[in-house]
């Protein structure tokens, strides 16, 4: 697993499912950082979508910015509720949508 942290955004590479589990717990244990990026590239999404899902689910409701990056996106994509983008450059775009809309408070 290839993991990054900046002042407010951790970045991890999965590239199997322990690497995976060992993102989930560290993406719990830093309750301050605002905004996490998944790249998924090298690993299958639908292995891991329920435990994806719980994630987003559980970064929104605590206020953070959840993105999943998936360079072969498939349409049935635009049905989740989680951002999925095919690049960290749209990755970090939709971070900073959202990082502006809790400034506003939106």
Not at 40 to 48: A, P
Not at 89 to 99: P, R, Y
Request: no cysteine; proline share 1%.
């Amino acid at each position: 697993m290839n993991f990054s942290k900046s002042k407010n955004t951790l970045l991890f590479k999965i590239n199997n499912r322990n690497n995976y589990l060992n993102s989930s717990n560290e993406i719990k244990s830093n309750i301050n950082i605002k905004n996490i990026i998944i790249d998924l590239n090298e690993f299958n999404f639908d292995e891991i979508f329920d435990d994806l899902n719980n994630l987003f689910t559980e970064s929104k409701n605590n206020n953070r910015s959840f993105v999943i990056i998936k360079s072969d996106y498939r349409s049935e994509y635009q049905s989740l509720k989680m951002n999925i983008v095919p690049s960290l450059k749209e990755a970090i775009d939709i971070i900073e949508i959202e990082e502006i809309e809790r400034d506003l408070g939106l």
